[in-house]
């Protein structure tokens, strides 16, 4: 179904002036619906939002256009200040529209780190410079400088806005300053984000340690690195909240099976802790790495014995912290997300410069520029029937809005009349070819450049105002 | 990469054309498809017998009195070696000699991100200096794949990492057809013996061997055998069996070849071993162990060899060992996949 959303044509940053969805197929997490709608969007505000029944519905399905509530993603990496070659603000916030999202949470990790508010202010600058409506949201480091010595100015950064506080790109080494952070940032109502890793069984690791690994003779990163830290801090999490009931603690890109198990444990015993997955652990596995590039839920774990290797292996796009790993464990990313053990979908993005990434596999930088792509790998699983079209969307919306509570400084009441547009509307049968050029984050950095994936965004609308808009043809 | 060797593509290999090395390789019609070799778990089993073939032609023009054919006149082989080497250097060196290529020596600072020039542009560098064959050595995994991804030429693996060491894998290949009776490993019980984890030696082994059909036996402490139990249940399901053990006795029982990997001080750092006194006296190959083997059995290393350490030095010397030979083979080994690799290059 052709849906002309050039009519609503304005630069980004413009108020929507005037934009009439007919007949499309809308998925509203929040209000646990779907299905054929209208949709009458006048001067950034929805104006009505009319399910469709009966003869009007028919023929709408859910495989052409699609109006879902503006992603918000969790977890990414902007870069500014310090690695602006990498990413700015700017690029990363134009970027995460072009992926159908409307709100972002930045990781600290920058230079110099966002370990008070000074920095918190700079990035905010540099984000109303951009003229992008996409909201940026910010979290403050655990440890002042992120070094893991001392809590950074939590307080502080807390009444400045922050959305949490991570380490992230580390872990929380020290069970005491985790314990500490957890209890600070606790009564203040936010979460500590941990990247679960137990630096000591990761020492020079390279990919995950198993099968392909061995075969390629790279330095194994077990699995149980991440379980054990992940045990260890709901351990911790399990002390504090005796002290501190608001404490909250969010496990972000969990990787393997034992660790979403324990989070999957810790929830039913009715700890506050959440968690999020990321896209390339649910559709891509170590088999990548010897030049599979089948999607996770068809891999075996051998693709020699399976002929399934057609790309040259070592590929250094491939190295992200924690490692993709084996297909069991992607199958297990991809179950926490069916029965709600992951809260969310987050990107990671982790945009890097071509210096940083076109080297030795063992020498590349970790991460993956993945927010313009995030949507096109859960449409894969989607597409091959392996998660609900409803559940991808909720992991992208309801789901890291619940995780991020009142924090956001925007209502996001989804596809609800009355409320400021912010929305995406993305065609699932119109298949785009990932290329370098039409990435628009500076992070090239991306498994899947030259392979095509369903569901181009053909528009997003953040807080009533575009904030991309898919161009002509 | 289904490589088990089948009747039908064994006996198709008897009429395989072999090479008349004297003559220019571009005129030769040989089936030879590879741009590179990257590692042998590409290659068939008709493409490891064109190489033992090819290395036959090549052992003939060794025992010459001049052991020089014209093959690669004009033609620059650039060894990089970002590892510190010398046997395997220096076979290459004398092997691209031999064939009349002019020989480019390159040993560059290991930490190139850190300090210096990108490998990306250290391959192109030394294309635009007139490199066609380009012989790499490098201390990370994959690094030959980002090279033959950026160089025009053809690349030859000279080691990368733990990862991968094609032609010593062929030139263990060669020796040990050359010395078994019989001149086929098929169904010989081979033993690699010590430091699996870190062994691209051991890697390309179980490639080759595992498709030429022996039955191969990985050896060590269990802290150096990680990760291998799992690819020798995946090779048994493909047809690749070897076995995994940290038994030495069960290991050595009548083994037709025993091939002791170097051990090196850093294990110990890492808490991978108590000792190397430890190590020597538990997995060295003395000649006590040795006589668990069959009595002919061959005892091969690909050197540099720590002497007392995984291999005694008597072993190392006796009678049974083919060390010298597996470098004299080598020589002959690199100058066939020299030779195989100027063909394809401008013939294709």
Same mark, same amino acid.
């Given at each position: ?9 304005g ?14 197929w ?5 209000a646990g619906r ?8 006048r ?13 009007d519905a ?17 977890h ?7 690695n ?15 992926g ?14 966002l ?7 700079l990035?905010r ?6 003229g ?6 910010a979290?403050?480091a655990?440890t ?5 010595e001392?809590l ?6 807390g ?14 080494r ?6 500490n952070a957890?209890?600070y ?6 979460p ?13 690791a ?8 061995t075969v390629?003779?790279?330095r194994?990163w ?14 911790i ?10 404490a ?9 099976a034992?660790a979403?198990?324990?989070v ?15 896209p390339h652990h649910?559709?891509?596995?170590d088999?990548?790495?010897?030049g ?10 051998d ?6 290797i057609?790309?040259?292996p070592?590929?250094?796009s491939?190295?992200v912290?924690?490692?993709?790993r084996s ?6 990313v ?15 993005h ?16 970790n991460?993956?520029s ?6 096109g ?16 969307i ?11 509570g009142?924090?956001s ?7 609800t009349?009355g409320a ?11 298949r ?6 039409g ?6 950095n991306?498994?899947v ?23 002509e043809? | 990469m289904?490589l088990?060797?089948t009747?039908?593509?064994r006996?198709?290999l008897t009429d ?9 390789p ?5 089936p030879?498809?590879?741009?590179h070799v990257?590692?042998?778990?590409v290659l068939s089993?008709?493409d ?6 090819t ?16 093959a690669l ?14 046997r ?24 190139s991100v ?16 007139g490199a066609?064959?380009l ?23 000279g080691?990368?990492?733990?990862h ?6 062929l ?9 078994l009776p019989g ?6 019980k ?5 430091d699996?984890?870190?062994?691209r030696v ?14 191969l036996?990985?050896?060590?402490p $269990?802290? *150096? @055998? ?5 690819? %020798? &249940? !995946?090779g048994?399901?493909?047809?690749? /069996?070897?076995h995994?053990?940290?038994s ?9 070849v ?10 110990m750092? $890492?808490? *991978? @071993?108590?000792s190397?006194?430890?190590y %020597? &006296? !538990? ?5 006590? /162990? ?18 007392g ?8 010397? $006796? ?8 470098v ?6 690199r100058m ?7 063909g394809?290059?401008?013939g294709?």
């Amino acid at each position: 179904m052709a849906v002309d959303v050039r009519a609503a044509a304005g630069e980004v940053g413009r108020i929507l002036a005037e934009l009439d969805l007919s007949a499309v197929w809308a998925v509203d997490p929040g209000a646990g619906r779907e299905g054929p709608a209208d949709l009458v969007i006048r001067d950034g505000t929805i104006e009505s939002v009319t399910w469709l029944e009966g003869a009007d519905a028919d023929g709408i399905e859910p495989n052409g256009v699609v109006v879902a509530p503006g992603f918000i993603d969790l977890h990414v990496h902007l870069r500014e200040p310090g690695n602006e070659d990498a990413e700015t603000v700017a690029s990363g916030l134009a970027a995460a529209a072009h992926g159908g999202f409307t709100t972002v949470c930045t990781m600290p990790n920058t230079d110099p780190a966002l370990d008070e508010p000074g920095v918190l202010a700079l990035v905010r600058a540099a984000a109303a410079a951009s003229g992008s409506p996409v909201e940026l949201l910010a979290y403050g480091a655990v440890t002042a400088g992120r070094k893991g010595e001392q809590l950074a100015a939590l307080g502080e950064l807390g009444d400045a806005g922050v959305v949490g506080f991570s380490d992230d790109g580390a872990p929380v080494r020290s069970a005491t300053i985790l314990r500490n952070a957890l209890a600070y940032a606790g009564s203040a109502g936010l979460p500590v984000v941990d990247h679960a890793e137990d630096a000591s069984a990761t020492d020079g690791a390279e990919a995950n340690d198993g099968f392909v690994a061995t075969v390629l003779g790279l330095r194994g990163w077990p699995a149980s690195a991440e379980a054990s830290a992940v045990a260890r801090d709901l351990a911790i999490l399990a002390d504090v909240v005796r002290d501190v009931p608001g404490a909250h603690l969010h496990l972000t890109h969990l990787s393997t099976a034992r660790a979403l198990d324990l989070v999957r444990g810790a929830k039913a015993a009715g700890l506050p802790v959440t968690c999020d997955v990321t896209p390339h652990h649910l559709a891509f596995t170590d088999e990548w790495l010897a030049g599979a590039r089948r999607w996770a839920w068809d891999g075996s774990g051998d693709p020699w014995g399976d002929n399934a290797i057609e790309a040259q292996p070592f590929d250094p796009s491939l190295r992200v912290n924690p490692p993709l790993r084996s297909v069991e464990d992607a199958g297990a990313v991809l179950a926490a997300l069916l029965d709600g053990t992951a809260d969310a979908v987050a990107t990671d993005h982790a945009p890097h410069t071509e210096v940083d990434k076109a080297v030795e596999f063992g020498y590349a930088a970790n991460g993956i520029s993945g927010i313009e792509t995030a949507l096109g790998l859960l449409l894969a699983a989607v597409d091959a029937g392996r998660l609900p079209l409803a559940r991808a969307i909720a992991a992208l919306t309801s789901g890291p809005r619940a995780v991020l509570g009142s924090r956001s400084r925007r209502e996001r009441p989804g596809l609800t009349e009355g409320a400021a547009a912010d929305l995406v509307v993305f065609d699932r049968s119109d298949r785009w070819t990932v290329g370098a050029d039409g990435l628009l984050s500076r992070g090239k950095n991306s498994p899947v450049l030259g392979r095509t994936l369903s569901g181009r965004v053909l528009l997003t609308v953040a807080g009533g105002r575009i904030a991309y808009e898919a161009a002509e043809g | 990469m289904n490589l088990a060797t089948t009747d039908e593509t064994r006996s198709s290999l008897t009429d395989l054309p072999v090479p008349a090395v004297d003559a220019d390789p571009h005129e030769q019609d040989v089936p030879w498809r590879h741009r590179h070799v990257l590692d042998v778990d590409v290659l068939s089993a008709a493409d490891l017998e064109l190489v033992m073939r090819t290395a036959d032609a090549m052992r003939e023009v060794l025992g010459r009195p001049i052991a020089k054919v014209p093959a690669l006149r004009g033609s620059n082989v650039t060894i990089l070696f970002y590892e510190a080497s010398t046997r395997t250097r220096v076979s290459f060196e004398v092997a691209a000699k031999n064939l009349s290529a002019d020989v480019v020596n390159i040993a560059a600072a290991t930490s190139s991100v850190a300090k210096g020039e990108s490998l990306v542009d250290t391959i192109r560098t030394v294309e635009a200096l007139g490199a066609r064959m380009l012989v790499m050595r490098h201390s990370v995994s994959g690094a030959p794949y980002l090279a033959a991804e950026v160089f025009g030429g053809s690349v030859l693996n000279g080691g990368d990492g733990w990862h991968a060491h094609p032609t010593q894998a062929l030139l263990d290949l060669y020796t040990m057809r050359q010395r078994l009776p019989g001149g086929s490993v098929e169904g010989r019980k081979v033993v690699i013996l010590g430091d699996v984890l870190h062994s691209r030696v051991a890697r390309s082994n179980i490639w080759s061997l595992t498709a030429s059909g022996a039955d191969l036996w990985l050896c060590g402490p $269990s802290t *150096l @055998l990680r990760g291998f139990e799992a690819w %020798a &249940a !995946r090779g048994a399901a493909a047809g690749r /069996r070897f076995h995994v053990t940290s038994s030495v006795d069960e290991a050595l029982r009548d083994a037709d070849v025993v091939m002791a990997l170097r051990i090196q001080k850093e294990r110990m750092a $890492s808490g *991978l @071993l108590p000792s190397l006194r430890e190590y %020597a &006296a !538990r997995f060295g190959l003395t000649r006590e /162990r040795l006589a668990l083997a069959r009595p002919d059995a061959l005892v091969m290393h690909p050197g540099p060899m720590n002497e007392g350490v995984e291999i005694a030095s008597d072993v190392a010397v $006796s009678a049974q060992s083919v060390i010298t030979d597996q470098v004299t083979n080598g020589v002959a080994i690199r100058m066939a996949l020299l030779y195989l690799l100027a063909g394809v290059r401008d013939g294709g």
